[in-house]
């Protein structure tokens, strides 16, 4: 039975939940259900806080995991990434007072707020950078305001809560995060089916199917709009100057496709939502 630890609240449970309904997998019904067992699909599912998640996982006491990838990094655990998941996306940036700060220089010995220490010591570690690290469990943002810090590094998606603190990023991106399935040390049987389920949903989520008739002699053109994943299909019709035409896209590109393709002389769009995939 493949044991997979899941993140019970936080930023990353709604969407990982979803994730893995539409895998097939079992939910829990009450949010205070910390196990869940679907025998059905061999597996067990254990909702802990996402922070714990790599620990659980790199020591082997768990199998596989869904966490964020700087809660695995900030982990220092054995865990390793298996397959990015692409929701949770964010980066991880040094932030202070608008105009104070430029480059990593400026942070030489002054203090850092995070949440998470070791990714940013580590990062400074590298480049040769002595910080006074303060450990704060969230809202980071506030830290420099209320003086326990004079700079902070923290995550940031919309920068909506920097800007309302009069905070500015500066320097590169320290990571590129989102969510993403973690494995540990020991071979875990039934994680390749869990891989796969995983990237169906993401593909059923990213692509729909559009359908449209055309005349036979736009086939070359219309291909150079979308293409699909491997090449559409080609499916002869009644009327023998036109063909019928399937094609995978990207959901957000839907309209763009349709205009171009019915400017081309296609007709009969229709797009519908994949519900499983399996590539
Ligand atoms: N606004 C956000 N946009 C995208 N990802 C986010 C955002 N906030 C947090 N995350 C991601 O969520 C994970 C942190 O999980 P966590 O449960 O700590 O989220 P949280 O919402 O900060 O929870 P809490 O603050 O209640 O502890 C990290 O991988 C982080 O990158
Ligand atoms: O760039 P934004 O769109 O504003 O999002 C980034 C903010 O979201 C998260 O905060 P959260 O609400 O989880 O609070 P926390 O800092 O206490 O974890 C994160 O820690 C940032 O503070
Ligand atoms: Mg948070």
């Known amino acids: 039975m493949l044991r997979i630890a899941v993140p019970n609240k936080g930023a990353l449970a709604e969407t990982a939940a979803e994730y893995l309904k539409e895998a097939g997998y079992n939910g829990r019904r ?28 790199g020591s082997g006491a768990l199998d596989v995991g869904i966490t964020g990838r700087d809660l ?54 590298e480049r040769g950078i002595d910080v006074h690290l303060v450990k704060l469990d969230g809202a980071v943002e506030s830290a420099i305001r209320l003086g326990v810090a004079d700079v902070i590094a923290d995550v940031v998606e919309t920068g909506t809560t920097l800007r309302k603190q009069g905070l500015e990023i500066f320097g590169e991106p320290i990571l590129r995060s989102e969510a993403v399935l973690i494995a540990g040390p020991n071979e875990a049987p039934g994680l390749d089916t869990l891989h796969r389920r995983l990237e169906g949903v993401m593909v059923a989520r ?18 150079a709009i979308a293409s699909g994943m491997e090449s559409p299909t080609i499916s002869p019709t009644r009327d023998a100057a036109w063909v019928a035409v399937r094609v995978m896209i990207p959901r957000e590109e839907i309209n763009h496709i349709m205009d171009a393709l019915y400017e081309l002389g296609a007709r009969a769009i229709l797009v519908t939502p994949i519900h499983a995939a399996r590539l």
């Open 72 to 125: 695995l990094i900030d982990s220092g655990s054995d865990a390793h990434e298996d397959e990015p998941l692409g929701f949770a996306v964010s980066t991880f940036r040094f932030a202070g007072p608008a105009g104070q700060f430029a480059a990593l220089d400026d942070l030489r010995g002054k203090r850092l707020a995070t949440s998470y220490p070791v990714l940013v010591g580590g990062y400074l570690a």
């Open 30 to 57: 009450d949010p205070k259900e910390l196990i869940v067992s679907d025998p059905k699909n061999d597996v067990e599912f254990f909702y802990l806080r996402p922070r714990d998640i790599a620990t659980y996982v």
């Open 206 to 223: 990213r692509y729909v199917l559009m359908d449209y008739d055309l005349p036979s002699e736009l086939i070359e053109q219309a291909t």
